[in-house]
């Protein structure tokens, strides 16, 4: 891994980082200049993310291939999210001189928040920006809401369910490695103490009175007596008695603008207009009303204006909280690696996989999916207990569906050079050269990529030579 980070600190793209460092020192005074032109900004519309740009286009740096390359990023990020299913853990390599942005698009029910935590080394990184997006059903993307600036946590709940896209991307010029955990939570505390979801009886919807009416609400049962509690911090509104529920307790939840009603009751502990915290006992299970014939139960119901009864399963059902295990393989975030065997891949962004060489090295199109060979060099990403995010050396992100890494510690092969044979900075044709040897001299092989090899000319120095075959 050491060998091939030293071939490429003369590369094109690095003297480009150094340049552009050099203008952000120069023409901001070094990072910490960038945040006070953010504080100066004032503009509260702007989401952390939109503020940062800003920032650097009045330090004249808009264009700038850096800066450009960093755009593109969170662009593409967007477009091809990776579908997860929470809980999910994933540890993440933020290299500071490729610019690179990470997206995962989750389905969130309505009664429901997304909450991502960011767990970050080097721990006094404050530059990282975590952004959600609501994918619409045409693919298009709406911006919905950001974790604060310098915040590694975010949770947001949508007024509605639907499909969210959620961003992580660091500033310029930080390499930063992160473990990111997503969860799904319940919004709403369960009504009744010491009971769960595996009490509930009556679900929203059921008909009742031989189908003449539904169901609003859920039904908990639990013993006589058993302390019913409020949901959430709310106002109590309304403490009555009625033909149909009994007596009743009804909250106003001015957070989301719900009403929310507790039937069937025992005995009432609170009166209207008491404020109460989630928790607070509000009456006693009971059976009272026109529930007088069937067990003691808490009948639940979730009411919005304009809407009428919402269905509170989801409000008050904890998704599951353990979060996996990070894979062994995450030892290699970060790091230059080889693949151990081939590995079909999916492209994870718009930029192409160059590939072209032997029939032995020819990637197997089929859509978006490559079929990478043995030995190939790359950049792990990103691992997560299905996939790994890798960088290949032309610079195109890519997804594995799990693959054999090993070090870059042993040849794999020797090569003999041609006459005026150069070793290149990158495995492209284009790319600067920076040392040209005398034939005939064998040279180890640490990987490929395509029909390039990566050797070592001479004690290091690493790059790239072109060798069909």
Known sequence: MTRFCRSHRETSREHAVKCVFSGLSIILGGCSQIETVLDEIGEPTLSPHEAYVVSLERAGLQGTPLVTQWREAAVAAVRHPLSIDPPFREAVFYPGDDPTATAYIVSIKRGQSLQAILDMQPTDTTGIFLDVFQRSTDGSLTYVASAGRGSRHIEFEPRRGGTFVLRVQPELLRSVRVTLSVLRAATLAFPVQGRHMHDIGGRFGAPREGGRRSHDGIDVFAPRGTPVVASTDARVSRVRETKMGGRVVWLRDEKRRHSLYYAHLDRQFVESGQMVRVGDTLGLVGNTGNARRTPPHLHFGIYARGEGPLDPFAFVDPPPKRLPQVPVDSMWLGSWVRLGTDARVEIADNKVVKLESTDQDRPDRSADIALIPRHTIVRVISVNRHNLQVLLP????????????????????????????????????????????????????????????????????DGWVSTPG
């Not at 054999?404 to 900075?425: N, T």
């Not at 005398?438 to 090899?453: A, D, L, N, T």
């Open 394 to 461: 032309d610079g195109g992100l890519v997804s594995l569906k799990r693959a054999s890494l090993e070090s870059i510690e042993a040849p794999i092969d020797h090569v003999v050079l041609k006459s005026g044979q150069s070793i290149l900075s990158r495995p492209d044709p284009e790319a600067a050269e920076t040392l040209e040897l005398e034939s005939g001299k064998s040279v180890p092989v640490w990987g490929r990529y395509g029909s390039y090899r990566l050797v070592s000319p001479m004690p290091g120095i």
